[in-house]
């Protein structure tokens, strides 16, 4: 059986600030959410699980480049 190895790697945090001031700009793909409920919504900046009553972005985010093999763009969320 092949092993197979990956790495889980923050955001840089150029992504989590545009994305905050995105929503601060009302963007219609940047939304700002109250968590309510744990393990529901992981901050893909600092690696968390954003806590019940906390806020957070949801927006889309490339996480493969366009054009490259199993690329798509997907909803992820940072902490507001």
């Not at 992504?15 to 968590?35: I, Y």
């Not at 409920?37 to 992981?42: V, W």
Request: hydrophobic share 40%.
């Amino acid at each position: 059986m092949k092993k197979f190895e990956f790495r889980v790697v923050a955001l840089p945090t150029e992504v989590a600030d545009a994305a905050r001031k995105a929503a601060a700009e009302s963007r219609p793909d940047h939304r700002v959410l109250v968590v309510d409920s744990p393990n529901s919504a992981p901050c893909r900046h600092c690696l968390q699980w954003a806590k019940p009553r906390e806020q957070v972005v949801l927006f889309p985010y490339d996480a493969i480049a366009p054009g490259q093999p199993y690329s798509e763009r997907g909803p992820i969320f940072v902490h507001a």
